[in-house]
């Protein structure tokens, strides 16, 4: 009895207290909370209250009275049930206390005594408050990259090392791929190559995996065509490759437009001088880049639509047909700037007026009008024989060849201009010719008589002069005979001007025959003449080396002969003559002189020393019939250059030239 009477002792309300209060320690200011409730669900025990709660506010109390009926509901209803015998594990709840809203995990059980029944229940809230956060922001940034990957044309995923997609936007023409193996999380290889159940021989995401390194590479996919792929590596903090991030762009429009452009490249680089070819070339171009049934462009000529170029038309195609009720003919009536484009073509009126249409099954029509001057000439066109919708891309090529014919139309016209013009002046140059040429032939005339019924004048009267000298000079005194002297002086004069004129019009009149020319050897051989002729005479010859010129060696050998011959004469009279021949560049032209140290010149009758017989100097002072600076002239002009002098009386004078 002892021993019963002390276990209950040990069984008193104090020391049951006491040892609940010892296993809820641990627990207590935790995030987990403890609750009992009795059958009416009022709270009997609290362990960790909500924040915000004190367990004095909470005793006795019932969920309606302590939260907002929207968060008691919820919590009544979970209760109930496990009063009815429902275990609640883990239910989600939120409360509300002030403006705090917190989230808990609710796990609820029934409370019975020995005999069996239902005396309330007992349950346990985890605060998962923090957690919950986490999860809205994760999901926020989720959304939020979705939307971002989402913004992005191209086809955008993550994979891991199987080459499991974990996340893809599914763009860039993957949309192919169903919504059922996108939610698998599938291998890449068996959504974007269905069938295949292995990688790729040149996978790029495998590269980057094992490179460690950003890998871009350029494939063909059959669904889609031409793709730009790229693999991104994404690392750990050891430094392994975990993801990659892959990137993947359709660039087949991209490589159609550079097809395009090379092709387009390739038909302007094989243009050559025939504007028809090349129009024909442009028409061709057109066709094949919009891939038409044929192509066309019609011209107006003289009233007619004329196919000048064409491309894949039927052998019995007309080619020249009348304009009214052609479409041709009336996109070349509307705007420059419009492009026409014509679908179901047997409906349209064209069916009616334009035969080619029903015979040969043309379902639609695309044309532009092609100008110059400002005025429309014709009309660029393709034609299908279905129902053909063209693309922005393809109109605009359109538009750009039927610019490029206008400009091929600019040309020809330019062309027939030029031919016309060239005839016009062969006609002029043929006319101006036979003028020169009877010019030409009277001025041989002249020539022929002036050495022919000149000469003989003089001849006798030279020949008369010498008969009265020789035979009756001892009948004349001093005076007679000087007179007889002076007449026969005269006429050696004037024979001597008779040749000179001679010369000079025979000069005018020869031809040209350019080779290599050594001005330096020929200005020595020149000067050594002159020595031969007058070697009692002291003159130094400076000449440079090494002149060489294209010309005519034996115009070149007269003008040198004259300007070497002028210096020779004009420094007779200085002790110490000095004659020199050069070369210096003036301006980026070189220019040719002679130089001497004789008589010179005032300047201001340097216009007349190349005007055929002004002389400066009387003919007793000094020989000469005054021609022999305008032959230089002459000569110097032939070659396609230009001649003057330099001087100053009793200083020198020097002569430059250019040839060209």
């Known amino acids: 009895m002892t021993n019963n009477s002390t276990d209950k002792s040990s069984f008193r309300p104090d020391t049951r207290r006491d040892e609940e209060e010892n296993i809820l320690r641990p627990v207590r200011d935790s995030s987990l909370s403890i609750f009992f409730q009795n059958a009416d669900l009022r709270y009997t025990r609290f362990c960790n209250p909500l924040p915000g709660m004190k367990g004095e506010e909470i005793i006795g109390k019932t969920?309606?009275?302590?939260?907002?009926?929207?968060?008691?509901?919820?919590?009544?209803?979970?209760?109930?049930?496990?009063?009815?015998?429902?275990?609640?594990?883990?239910?989600?709840?939120?409360?509300?206390?002030?403006?705090?809203?917190?989230?808990?995990?609710?796990?609820?059980?029934?409370?019975?005594?020995?005999?069996?029944?239902?005396?309330?229940?007992?349950?346990?809230?985890?605060?998962?408050?923090?957690?919950?956060?986490?999860?809205?922001?994760?999901?926020?940034?989720?959304?939020?990259?979705?939307?971002?990957?989402?913004?992005?044309?191209?086809?955008?995923s993550v994979q891991n090392r199987d080459l499991r997609i974990l996340f893809s936007n599914w763009h860039g023409g993957y949309e192919y791929v169903s919504a059922d193996l996108r939610d698998k999380h599938p291998f890449c290889y068996d959504a974007y190559y269905p069938g295949r159940g292995e990688?790729?021989?040149?996978?790029?995401?495998?590269?980057?995996?094992?490179?460690?390194?950003?890998?871009?590479?350029?494939?063909?996919?059959?669904?889609?065509?031409?793709?730009?792929?790229?693999?991104?590596?994404?690392?750990?903090?050891?430094?392994?490759?975990?993801?990659?991030?892959?990137?993947?762009?359709?660039?087949?429009?991209?490589?159609?437009?550079?097809e395009?452009?090379?092709?387009?490249?390739?038909?302007?680089?094989?243009?050559?001088?025939?504007?028809?070819?090349?129009?024909?070339?442009?028409?061709?171009?057109?066709?094949?880049?919009l891939q038409a049934s044929c192509a066309l462009y019609n011209r107006l000529?003289?009233?007619?639509?004329?196919?000048?170029?064409?491309?894949?038309?039927?052998?019995?195609?007309?080619?020249?047909?009348?304009?009214?009720?052609?479409?041709?003919?009336?996109?070349?009536?509307?705007?420059?700037?419009?492009?026409?484009?014509?679908?179901?073509?047997?409906?349209?009126?064209?069916?009616?007026?334009?035969p080619n249409v029903l015979r040969y099954g043309l379902k639609t029509y695309i044309g532009k009008a092609v100008s110059f001057g400002g005025d429309n000439i014709g009309t660029l066109c393709v034609v299908y024989q279905e129902d053909y919708n063209p693309s922005e891309d393809e109109k605009q090529l359109l538009g750009i060849i039927a610019g490029a014919i206008g400009i091929e139309e600019k040309r020809k016209r330019a062309e027939d201009d030029m031919r016309l013009l060239n005839a016009e002046l062969e006609k002029r140059v043929a006319a101006r010719t036979a003028e020169l040429e009877l010019a030409n032939r009277e001025l041989e005339a002249f020539n022929y008589s002036v050495s022919h019924d000149l000469h003989a004048p003089l001849m006798i009267m030279e020949g008369f002069s010498r008969e009265l000298i020789s035979r009756y000079a001892h009948c004349l005194d001093d005076n007679g005979r000087y007179y007889l002297e002076r007449i026969q002086a005269a006429g050696r004069r004037m024979e001597g001007l008779i040749d000179a004129i001679l010369r000079l019009a025979t000069l005018s009149r020869s031809s040209m025959q350019r080779e290599r020319v050594d001005l330096s050897r020929m200005a020595l051989l020149v000067a050594a003449d002159l020595r031969q002729r007058e070697p009692e005479r002291s003159v130094e010859f400076n000449i440079a080396a090494d002149l060489f010129v294209e010309g005519d060696k034996r115009l070149l050998k007269i003008a040198l002969e004259n300007l070497f011959g002028n210096a020779w004469k004009y420094t007779a009279r200085k002790e110490s003559a000095l004659i020199e021949f050069g070369c210096r560049d003036q301006d980026g032209e070189l220019v040719y002189f002679v130089r001497d140290n004789g008589i010179g010149f005032a300047m201001q009758s340097a216009d007349s020393l190349f005007i055929p017989f002004q002389r400066l100097h009387s003919g007793e002072d000094f020989a000469g019939h005054g021609i022999g600076l305008a032959t230089v002239k002459r000569i110097i002009e032939c070659h396609g250059g230009r001649v003057w002098a330099e001087g100053e009386v009793d200083q020198g004078a020097t002569f430059y030239f250019t040839l060209r």
């Open 63 to 156: 969920d309606e009275e302590l939260f907002s009926a929207e968060n008691a509901a919820k919590l009544t209803e979970l209760k109930k049930a496990a009063l009815a015998g429902t275990a609640i594990i883990k239910a989600e709840v939120s409360l509300t206390h002030g403006r705090e809203e917190s989230f808990f995990e609710l796990s609820v059980e029934q409370v019975r005594e020995k005999s069996g029944t239902v005396t309330g229940i007992a349950g346990v809230m985890v605060d998962v408050s923090d957690r919950k956060r986490v999860e809205a922001t994760l999901s926020k940034s989720e959304e939020l990259l979705r939307l971002v990957f989402d913004a992005i044309p191209d086809l955008l």
């Open 199 to 258: 990688p790729c021989e040149s996978c790029h995401v495998l590269e980057a995996f094992r490179t460690g390194k950003a890998v871009f590479i350029e494939k063909v996919n059959p669904r889609i065509g031409c793709v730009e792929a790229h693999a991104y590596p994404v690392f750990d903090d050891s430094g392994n490759v975990v993801l990659v991030i892959e990137h993947i762009r359709d660039i087949t429009e991209r490589k159609r437009s550079e």
């Open 301 to 354: 000529e003289n009233g007619w639509m004329k196919a000048v170029g064409h491309w894949h038309t039927p052998p019995d195609f007309p080619l020249l047909v009348k304009p009214d009720g052609l479409m041709c003919h009336d996109v070349m009536k509307g705007s420059s700037e419009e492009l026409w484009v014509l679908r179901d073509l047997p409906t349209t009126p064209y069916a009616e007026t334009n």
């Open 260 to 289: 395009r452009l090379a092709r387009i490249n390739e038909t302007f680089l094989g243009f050559g001088a025939d504007t028809d070819q090349n129009i024909n070339r442009l028409v061709a171009l057109c066709g094949e880049q």
